[in-house]
């Protein structure tokens, strides 16, 4: 029984990491199975920002793909595929673009900050201010009625659905106004404490080895205030303890959180048993995409077909739209 459609996407900036699977890939792996889902990795999303150095990009979207289908994004329940395989996205973009004030787009809060974060890139571009007007096509090409993401995202959907309205206010009722699915993601902070990100260097790849993981585990951050194995420590500001919350099973949690605040085990201990459990966590993944590696075609074929059936689809609409403009 299908809820209805959604889509999301993920930029290829490279491998994921355990923030990126636990803030949107967990989700959508069990969405897949409610809902007619529709993923992209968008590259032309990427370009936007990275658009002087494109040496990586064809390596980062193999990465992106096999991290997807490792963590268990699945072929036979969804349609996975290449945005810039999908041209009829660029000629809703366009079309989109036309009914898109300026304006709209240059006070979106996201616009503003990454201006001032990627100071220095030159980015004041045509095709980075038309971000979400992209993204809106990526959504209402397929008129899906839910994108997964993170909060960060809301202003892009909030756009999206003003674009929309203002299409099917000027055209007659056409596209859906998608909203957003948020669900809670666990948070799990980086190795040092601060948000997980690969530009901080303080990530977990899906694709680490068991003994990179158990090197990065062991200079995880801990309280600070603990300098011997007999002072009490507090859990609550130890990231190896919200490590333990998602990956320690409840009985050895509360062992775990007795443990520390008695000052009974060290903080060494304490990461070599959350690494293990880590590790274990990782598992099917790392074998999954061992077997993937060794069969790049068939992530290719993958990636191939799910482009011709969201074309099918994207089609159709783009059909639509072109009538509702007087277009042939
Ligand atoms: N902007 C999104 C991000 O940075 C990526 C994205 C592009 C996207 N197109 C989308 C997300 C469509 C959801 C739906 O994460």
């Not at 595929?81 to 304006?103: C, G, H, N, R, W």
């Not at 080895?209 to 500001?237: A, F, L, W």
């Not at 993944?285 to 068939?298: V, Y």
Request: glycine share 6%; with cysteine.
């Amino acid at each position: 029984m299908s809820k209805g459609t959604i889509m999301s996407g993920m930029r290829p900036t490279g491998k994921l990491h355990l923030g990126n699977y636990f803030g949107a890939l967990e989700n959508w792996v069990r969405l897949q199975n409610e809902y007619r889902s529709y993923h992209a990795i968008v590259d032309w999303h990427a370009l936007t920002t990275a658009y002087e150095d494109t040496s990586e990009l064809q390596d980062n979207i193999m990465e992106v793909a096999l991290d997807w289908l490792s963590a268990g994004l699945d072929p036979n329940k969804c349609t996975i595929y290449i945005q810039s395989d999908v041209k009829e996205i660029a000629e809703l973009f366009l079309l989109l673009s036309m009914v898109t004030p300026v304006s709209w787009l240059e006070r979106c809060p996201t616009y503003k900050d990454q201006l001032k974060q990627l100071e220095g890139k030159n980015i004041a571009n045509f095709g980075f201010l038309g971000y979400p007007c992209l993204q809106a096509a990526d959504i209402l090409i397929f008129k899906a009625q839910y994108v997964p993401v993170g909060e960060d995202q809301i202003p892009h959907l909030e756009l999206s659905r003003e674009i929309a309205r203002r299409f099917n206010y000027l055209y007659g009722e056409t596209l859906p106004e998608p909203e957003a699915l948020l669900t809670e993601a666990k948070v799990l902070p980086g190795l040092d404490g601060r948000k997980m990100s690969k530009s901080y260097n303080n990530a977990i790849y899906l694709s680490d080895s068991e003994d990179e993981i158990r090197s990065k585990v062991s200079q995880m951050i801990t309280d600070p205030q603990r300098i011997t194995k007999t002072d009490p420590g507090n859990p609550d500001i130890c990231s190896v303890y919200a490590f333990h919350k998602v990956f320690t099973e409840l009985a050895d949690l509360k062992e775990t959180e007795e443990a520390c605040r008695g000052g009974k085990v060290g903080c060494v201990a304490c990461k070599k048993r959350m690494a293990e459990n880590l590790v274990k966590f990782l598992e099917p993944i790392r074998t999954k995409r061992t077997e993937l590696e060794a069969n790049l075609d068939d992530v290719r074929d993958i990636l191939d077909t799910g482009a011709k059936k969201a074309r099918e689809e994207a089609k159709i609409t783009v059909q639509e739209v072109r009538e509702k403009m007087n277009l042939k």
